[in-house]
């Protein structure tokens, strides 16, 4: 559908015009990314970015809105469940990736059984749905889910960004200036629209703070961004900080997860954490500690556990960041499971028109049916899935015909697959006619957009209710249709808006 | 007074953490600059600046403050004047200065000689009064005026960005952090304000539009900025640019005098102006054109004729921008005149409070008196004095011993030196204990700093009233004080803030 719409084609001239524009407005309202690592300093650059925003259909968009405050309550009742199926699942397979997520499992387990801390019955949690455009068939379009993150989703505050950037850009007539040409932004039905991600995260945040500053009593918390060293994308973190200060008067500090001994105080009476100038942290958010690359010592995870025990709201805590396991995505796929927590038998329809097959790779009939295809190495089957590990961050997973080499090397043991799901690719198609901007270069290429959907949810463990639950925004990346991730930061992405018609 | 007060005394780490907060922030927020004219495109960096705001006395910046409207009144009721005594001034020296005043002064009259191009009655200035702070032997001080700007007066953007990071650091207790150790941020009644120049100029610039269009009976008008080619200062114009699309819908468009002809049409009917694009230009906003340099070609004076010639409403007129003449200034030095354009007794004493001595070098009295000065050359009295050609962007003074010598030498005939004017030294004591922070570079050094009161009047040549006067906000910068003049984009001074004690 997207693909009949057409683009500005803009002159020499006018390309440099609007290229001029990108830069001045991008440096100027922080919608920008550090270079490399060399010079974390004074100097920065614009972010990875596309001249206009891509067009996507506006059902499709709404669609995918209008499941986010399902997929939030998904998710919460997951965690809220009273027999803790989430905890059950992953204990299945957690020893079978004994570097991350069965060090995450172990730590919650300790979580659970410790007797000393205070616990904290409130858990935020600001998450992100990323979807694909399907194509079908007869040229209809469908959106279908690729993960559901839960924890350190960002781009929120860039989204907000580009997003006005693209508004800018065509409230100014930039996107017409060339004439009436039939490109699609003389269309009148055409929407440019706002991500509000950055205030509706920020929000969330606040909303974490004054639960907290109610339920105990203070007043002038802040709260605790934990971050990696040497972060390229730090100002898409800071414009949270930012909002939350100018907004709300909101204070927070940043650590990395191995200052958190030297720089964090629990009072072990009542456990409650304050940062080294004294002030109480309501709230820790997490945007790192999603990777094990974040865990360079054995300190780093006892850190992790410090924090967990503690009475401040997690965002997110160790169960909440483990229900966004890929495991977990796959068995959801199952309708069974599904409707156990959203049992609005419309809601978990419309849930499951977002989902593509994913096998796991376990010993059930989906299992051993997903173990043989592998085996049996169809080139022209495994060129429709995608192997995933359960990991964060890109660059994990194994594509196509790659997939039964890979996992013949390096698990002989087939017991071993079970650590990863095998997905159905997305059959996204790439559209043409919109241009990526990177290191002052311009690149005219077929590009891949993934849209991710920001929410948030506010549940409570004692009375087992969802206190909040919003939509917050959104995200449009996009990458060169031939490479097979997008992240932005990692260098093969860029962040874009949305043009809705 | 000021030397009183005391600065952190921060540790290496604690520089550390407010040097990444300050980048960070900046970078975030465009209180940016561009670092060097090879690469005006995709990379940034953190303006010039001081870590802490500067401790000043409430009262000194009160008066400045206070004084604003009045001062905006005297230039407005000059440019007002039924007998245009500022022209007739004008006259008599602008042939002295041929390269700029002569051709400027040569403009305006073939501007009020013109019988074809239906002329504009309102006037809008966007203006910036500068003062140092005057340190007397008694240890009181008081701020003596160093100038009146009427043309292109910069750092309304960076300045209400400078200040919010200094209110963001100073709230963060980033100041005050090292513990009780006398330094000044402790003091309760310390007050770290924010200038609000930005969003003021922005409104100003809106009232043009308003009126132009009510006059005009015009809707989406648009505000052409003149400004220079490869401007590093771009981001404190382009800041103005957003606040007023983001807060008004107003449109601007940017070009530089040379590029005049090419994308500026003419109704020759009814002399309205309008870009390439067709939008219909309300306001022409000089952020350019202040110097001879702007003017590379007989065309780009053209140009500037065929601008004033025009209906926009523009920000200066030639008469306005000659109105800014420091020759206009020294003769508001004189009592007389200046109560011919402001009466009240209470409101003329209070400008001369803020006057130094400034000499002309004419044929009268005190011109007489001063080039005797200065041909006695006693490097005693002239370490007294700066020597001022009628010039603006800095880097055109003459100080001390500097002045015989250079007088002498490049204009053997004295009458000549009428060009002129000789202005006593304000004696300003430098600070210590604040620290600035350029090209990542820490310079702890002493500091002079120089106070920039913003404010705009918008006058009627036919009702001959003012229908608009406003204090716009404030700018502090700050330079090394052995450096003698103070341009931050040129390369040696920095932006601040205020700390009011
Ligand atoms: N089913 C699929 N069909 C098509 N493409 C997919 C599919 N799953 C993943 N991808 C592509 O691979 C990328 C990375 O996958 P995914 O987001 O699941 O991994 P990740 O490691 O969790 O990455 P991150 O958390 O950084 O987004 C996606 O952004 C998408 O471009
Ligand atoms: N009377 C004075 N006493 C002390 N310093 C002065 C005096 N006049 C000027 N200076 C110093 O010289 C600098 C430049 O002077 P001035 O502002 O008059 O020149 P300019 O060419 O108009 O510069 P610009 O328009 O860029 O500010 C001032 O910023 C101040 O630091
Ligand atoms: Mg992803
Ligand atoms: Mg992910
Ligand atoms: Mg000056
Ligand atoms: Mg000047």
């Known amino acids: 559908m997207t693909s009949t719409?057409?683009?500005?084609?803009?002159?020499?001239e006018g390309v440099k015009t609007i290229v001029n524009e990108i830069n001045h407005y991008a440096l100027s309202n922080g919608l920008v990314m550090y270079k490399d690592t060399n010079?974390?300093?004074?100097?920065?650059?614009?972010?990875?970015?596309?001249?206009?925003?891509?067009?996507?259909?506006?059902?499709?968009?709404?669609?995918?809105?209008?499941?986010q405050t399902i997929y939030n309550k998904l998710y919460a009742n997951i965690l809220l469940d009273e027999k803790n199926w989430l905890s059950n699942e992953i204990s299945k397979t957690s020893h079978l990736d004994p570097d991350f997520t069965g060090k995450l499992y172990d730590l919650y387990v300790k979580y659970e059984s410790d007797k000393v801390y205070k616990k904290q019955n409130l858990q935020l949690g600001i998450f992100r749905n990323d979807f694909l455009i399907?194509?079908?068939?007869?040229?209809?379009?469908?959106?279908?889910?690729?993960?559901?993150?839960?924890?350190?989703?960002?781009?929120?505050?860039?989204?907000?960004?580009?997003?006005?950037?693209?508004?800018?850009?065509?409230?100014?007539?930039?996107?017409?200036?060339?004439?009436?040409?039939g490109n699609s932004f003389h269309n009148e039905k055409i929407e440019v629209p706002v991500s509000e991600s950055l205030q509706n995260i920020a929000k969330s945040l606040k909303l974490g703070v004054d639960s907290f500053e109610k339920q105990q009593d203070q007043k002038n918390t802040i709260v605790l961004f934990v971050v990696q060293p040497n972060e390229r994308n730090v100002f898409d973190q800071r414009l949270v900080e930012y909002e939350l200060f100018n907004k709300y008067k909101i204070k927070s500090k940043r650590i990395t997860i191995d200052q958190v001994d030297s720089l964090i105080k629990k009072n072990e009476k009542d456990s409650k954490l304050y940062y080294e100038n004294g002030s109480l942290i309501s709230v820790v958010y997490f945007r790192a500690c999603y990777s094990p690359n974040d865990f360079l010592s054995k300190k780093s995870w006892e850190n992790r556990l410090y924090l967990e025990l503690s009475l401040s709201i997690k965002v997110p805590t160790l169960k909440m960041q483990?229900?966004?396991?890929?495991?977990?995505?796959?068995?959801?796929?199952?309708?069974?499971?599904?409707?156990r927590f959203i049992d609005d038998p419309k809601e978990s329809a419309s849930l499951l028109d977002t989902f593509v097959k994913i096998y796991p790779l376990d010993d059930s009939k989906d299992g051993n049916f997903a173990k043989e295809l592998i085996k049996e190495n169809d080139p022209e089957i495994l060129s429709n899935f995608v192997l995933k590990p359960q990991r964060e961050g890109g660059g994990n997973n194994i594509y196509k015909t790659d997939i039964t080499p890979y996992l013949l090397k390096t698990y002989p043991n087939e017991k071993d697959w079970d650590a990863?799901?095998?997905?159905?690719?997305?059959?996204?198609?790439?559209?043409?006619?919109?241009?990526?901007l990177r290191n002052n270069e311009l690149y005219n290429v077929n590009i891949l957009s993934e849209l991710g959907i920001f929410g948030s949810v506010l549940i409570?463990?004692?009375?087992?209710?969802?206190?909040?639950?919003?939509?917050?925004?959104?995200?449009?990346?996009?990458?060169?249709?031939?490479?097979n991730e997008g992240?932005?930061?990692?260098?093969?992405?860029?962040?874009?808006?949305l043009a809705l018609i």
């Open 5 to 12: 719409y057409t683009y500005p084609k803009l002159s020499d």
């Open 39 to 67: 010079n974390l300093a004074n100097e920065t650059a614009v972010a990875p970015i596309t001249l206009f925003p891509t067009i996507i259909s506006k059902n499709d968009f709404e669609q995918a809105v209008n499941s």
């Open 134 to 181: 399907d194509h079908l068939d007869g040229g209809e379009t469908s959106i279908k889910e690729v993960e559901f993150n839960t924890i350190s989703v960002s781009f929120g505050g860039l989204s907000n960004k580009v997003s006005k950037l693209h508004e800018f850009l065509f409230d100014s007539d930039y996107y017409t200036f060339a004439g009436k040409d």
């Open 322 to 339: 483990l229900a966004g396991s890929k495991k977990i995505q796959q068995l959801l796929t199952n309708k069974d499971i599904l409707y």
């Open 420 to 436: 990863f799901i095998l997905m159905e690719l997305i059959k996204s198609v790439p559209t043409s006619g919109n241009i990526i």
């Open 460 to 483: 409570d463990d004692k009375s087992k209710k969802i206190l909040y639950n919003t939509y917050d925004g959104w995200l449009l990346r996009s990458k060169l249709s031939d490479s």
């Open 487 to 497: 992240g932005v930061a990692a260098g093969f992405g860029c962040v874009d808006s």
